[in-house]
């Protein structure tokens, strides 16, 4: 099984920017799709962006697309979440994931390892 902790949230203006990362720890991690999803306060934790295992392929939510970048690094078992032009709406908490699989991965239920989340704040 995959540990996953994020980190790198704060608070930030509107426009600026923030990278998270989420470590992992765990053996499959190399051969594991990672996700980022979000949650606000009283909304649903929607799909954000995901990569493939080896970096080759990237997804991102239409609300995102173009402002927000994700890599990986396995050598240092890491996956990145690059943050640019950031709006208020994209307040809430990030969370990290791992998925063994490569269908609807947008979808929450289709991942088996979270971590705890990282609170993104972005004032107007």
């Known amino acids: 099984q995959v540990q996953l902790v994020e980190s790198g949230g704060g608070l930030v203006q509107a426009g600026g920017s923030l990278r998270l990362s989420c470590a992992a720890s765990?053996?499959?991690?190399?051969?594991?799709?990672i996700g980022w999803f979000r949650q606000a306060p009283g909304k649903e934790r929607e799909f954000v962006a995901a990569i493939s295992w080896s970096g080759s392929s990237t997804y991102y939510s239409d609300s995102v697309k173009g402002r927000f970048t994700i890599s990986r690094d396995n050598a240092k078992d890491t996956v990145y979440l690059q943050m640019d032009s950031l709006k208020p709406e994209d307040t809430a908490v990030y969370y990290c994931?791992?998925?063994?699989?490569?269908?609807?991965?947008?979808?929450?239920?289709?991942?088996?390892?979270w971590g705890q989340g990282t609170q993104v704040t972005v004032s107007s």
């Open positions: 994931a791992r998925t063994g699989q490569n269908v609807q991965i947008t979808l929450a239920r289709r991942y088996d390892s």
């Open positions: 765990g053996a499959i991690f190399s051969i594991s799709r």
